[in-house]
Nanobody
Framework: VQLQASGGGLVQPGGSLTLSCVAS????????MAWYRQAPGKERELVAD????????SYSGGVKGRFTISRDSAKNAVYLQMNSLKPEDTAVYYC?????????????????WGQGTQVTVSS
């Protein structure tokens, strides 16, 4: 199972970006998807997550009201619409997915990480 993230870049404060992440490979289903970020010198933190089936979302306090996570189950994709970006949003953003894979004996729930995509907010 692989996650391919895209959409990062350089944007001015107050601007917008949309990140995309698509899952590919062999899996039974995707249970949840999320975006994390890691700024230089800081630990990786959860930004937003979404339950693929029911669409229930949650956000960190620092992005609530500015970021929106959404999913397209048919495309095995998750998106992060980021508005009103601030310099403190600068970080490498990582896609994460909880997937169920089948094995010869049973099913297993795995957390998969994608490669990061750089978001820089600067004037």
């Amino acid at each position: 199972v692989q996650l391919q993230a895209s959409g990062g870049g350089l944007v001015q404060p107050g601007g917008s970006l949309t990140l995309s992440c698509v899952a590919s490979g062999s899996f039974y289903n995707i249970v949840d998807m999320a975006w994390y970020r890691q700024a230089p010198g800081k630990e990786r933190e959860l930004v937003a997550d979404i339950a693929v089936g029911g669409g229930i979302t949650s956000y960190s306090g620092g992005v609530k009201g500015r970021f929106t996570i959404s999913r397209d189950s048919a495309k095995n994709a998750v998106y992060l619409q980021m508005n009103s970006l601030k310099p403190e949003d600068t970080a490498v953003y990582y896609c994460n997915a909880g997937v169920v894979v089948s094995t010869p004996r049973d099913y297993q729930y795995l957390k998969i990480w994608g490669q990061g995509t750089q978001v820089t907010v600067s004037s």
